[in-house]
């Protein structure tokens, strides 16, 4: 009986609607500088152990922490630095690893699996937009909201990881020049909205889709070897990556600005979505 509430009330606190905002409030340099690492990171870590041990045990144990990070994410009232880029970071690894097995184990050619990705990016905004009145990142105050966030933030990962290897790989580009053409149509959104004042919330998205090949592009270009790479190896770029990470992370943790944002969350959960 008491197994039986215990369950009824977890689930009770799954349905009810978090009062604060569960992600960043400003969207800012440090927060793009943070998204693009955290891709970056989820390319270097998931070719590094893929290879390096055993791919179906890399996989497995990807999918573990992803699923632990996003329980915490899920689990806290508030938006917490250190547990949201976790997230994050878990994201750009295990939607790395299932991006490449669908190539890897399957033998899906980019393009098809760039599609593909793209069909359920398209269908996870389609879902999202009739059921809520808007896909602003500032109305990420309930739980449903919260979860077609997280849905569209892996499809994204998906489909970037596949879009990136097409351009490089089959387009024969090479990840340098990949990288060159993924930072401009990651710049065009934000020019667009500055200049020609286009649609916040649709230019956040655009933006959003492209810093996954971006950062995966340059992490490439640094860690692999052959096809123009430097050849620093998965390893060690995913270690300095990672330290960078945490660094900014931590900034964001203990800066004088935590107060100001904490404001500012408050005030936005507020605002009617």
């Known amino acids: 009986m008491r197994a039986g509430l215990s369950l009824v009330s977890h689930s009770a606190s799954l349905i009810r609607s978090p009062s604060a905002l569960k992600v960043p409030a400003r969207i800012g340099v440090l927060f793009w500088a943070l998204k693009l690492l955290t891709t970056a990171f989820g390319e270097s870590t998931s070719d590094y152990l893929v290879h390096s041990v055993n791919p179906y045990l890399a996989v497995m144990a990807g999918f573990v922490v992803f699923a632990v990070a996003m329980a915490l994410q899920l689990r806290t009232d508030r938006h917490v630095p250190w547990v949201y880029w976790l997230a994050v970071a878990m994201v750009a690894v295990f939607g790395t690893m299932a991006a490449d097995a669908l190539h890897v184990a399957l033998h899906v050619p980019y393009v098809a699996s760039s599609i593909l990705f793209a069909c359920f990016l398209v269908a996870v ?26 849905a569209a933030v892996l499809a994204t990962f998906a489909m970037g990881t596949a879009l990136g290897d097409l351009v490089a790989y089959t387009l024969g580009f090479g990840f340098f020049a990949a990288g060159i053409l993924f930072a401009v149509l990651f710049a065009l959104p934000g020019i667009a909205f500055f200049g020609l004042r286009i649609n916040g919330v649709f230019a956040f998205w655009a933006a959003y889709v492209m810093t996954r090949p971006l950062g995966a592009s340059f992490a490439d270009w640094t860690g692999k070897h052959g096809n123009g790479a430097l050849g620093w190896g998965d390893g060690p770029v995913a270690g300095v990556l990672a330290a960078l990470i945490v660094a900014g992370v931590a900034y964001l943790t203990f800066s004088p600005g935590d107060t100001a944002d904490a404001a500012m969350e408050r005030t936005l959960a507020d605002e009617p979505a």
């Open 125 to 150: 905004f389609t879902g999202w937009s009739r059921s809520e009145p808007t896909l602003s990142i500032h109305s990420i105050t309930t739980v449903r909201r919260e979860l077609f966030y997280w």
